[in-house]
């Protein structure tokens, strides 16, 4: 590995950050609205037809009266005005400014994202820009608890990769005051400062090691289970047509990155973001492929890729 290159990008990247204490109801209200995140959810009673209360309750989107999830008396909803007053206020801490945000399957889930200044330059044979983020997650359908997490946006194409493996989580409903989880989360949120420069450490790493076939066979294999070392007469007999042409669109993403990037293992590993991000077949709804990349499927392939090629450099 190129140390000199390494240290010069993480030491220019990673530099320290101002801190002011500022905070501003209106500033909340104002991002709600930018984000379509300004309404509510509430607890409801579940009653049987005869009006027997079940002991359960229903969380409700109280602007349009849909129904997330159901729950019991202990569980306390995190509204979306209570999110963005945590995420100011860790902007205003630790210098982060809003990137963006919004709503995920309906409103079963919320994000706000923050741009972390963090990035890297001159990555991989085409210079690719690799900027930090870091991505908060709320659930009102009961699928996750409050989450933050390192997300890393490749500039040149907008791949996503979401850090699961470095993600800090909390659970707002076992939290008994609003000054606890923002303190919680802020010291999460310097964690996960600590975790995207390794993150950045290991893009780096990716980098600078040529790619083998092997390793596009075992990256194909474990997303789509289909061993592209086959001839394609015994393919055709052991998978599915939709097995093998989810395989042929991977396959592409890796082509098509690898000419860009260089036939290294940074190359590869934008190759299967570039699937999850483009490609990869994803509900019809609103914003379903960002929740994929932040929550669901595209989430798993990402990071089964990062974990064998960050095995395989270390």
């Known amino acids: ?12 990247a990673f530099t320290g950050l101002d801190v002011n204490d500022s905070e501003n109801i209106e500033a909340v209200a104002e ?3 930018k984000f379509k995140l300004r309404w509510t959810v509430s607890k409801q009673k579940l009653l049987l037809p005869n009006g027997t209360e079940t002991g359960f309750f229903g969380i409700v989107r109280d602007d349009k009266q849909t129904t997330f999830s159901t729950c019991k008396d202990s569980y306390t909803p995190f509204q979306n005005s209570e999110l963005g007053e945590l995420v100011l206020r860790i902007a205003d801490k630790e210098g982060y400014k809003l990137h963006s945000g919004g709503a995920l399957n309906g409103g079963g889930k919320v994000f706000i994202q923050l741009n972390t200044h963090n990035e890297i330059t001159n990555l991989g044979e085409n210079k690719t820009t690799v900027k930090g983020y870091v ?3 709320n659930s009102h359908d009961g699928t996750t608890s409050l ?3 390192a997300a890393n946006i490749t500039i040149c194409c907008r791949n996503t990769f979401m850090a699961a493996a470095k993600m800090l989580q909390y659970t707002a409903r076992h939290t008994t005051s609003m000054h ?6 802020l010291r999460g949120i310097h964690g996960i400062q600590a975790a995207e420069k390794s993150l950045f450490e290991q893009f780096i790493k990716l980098s600078e090691v040529p790619v083998t076939k092997e390793n596009i066979a075992r990256i194909v294999k474990d997303i789509t289970a289909v061993n592209i070392m086959e001839t394609d007469a015994k393919a055709k007999e052991q998978y ?6 989810r395989s042929g669109e991977l396959l592409q993403s890796i082509s098509s990155e690898m000419k860009q990037k260089g036939q290294t293992l940074w190359g590869l590993f934008s190759g299967v973001t570039h699937y999850t991000s483009h490609k990869m077949p994803v509900p019809n709804r609103e914003n379903a492929r960002i929740e994929s990349q932040y929550t669901g499927t595209a989430l798993q392939y ?3 890729a990062f974990n064998y ?3 395989a450099i270390n």
Request: hydrophobic share 40%; glycine share 6%.
């Open 240 to 245: 599915s047509t939709y097995a093998i042409n």
């Open 1 to 12: 590995m190129n140390t000199d290159f390494s240290n010069e990008v993480l030491n220019s």
């Open 180 to 185: 606890a989880k923002i303190e919680d989360s």
């Open 31 to 33: 991002m709600l609205e």
């Open 147 to 149: 989450k933050w997490g």
């Open 302 to 304: 990402n990071n089964v």
């Open 135 to 137: 991505t908060g997650i």
């Open 309 to 311: 090629l960050a095995e």
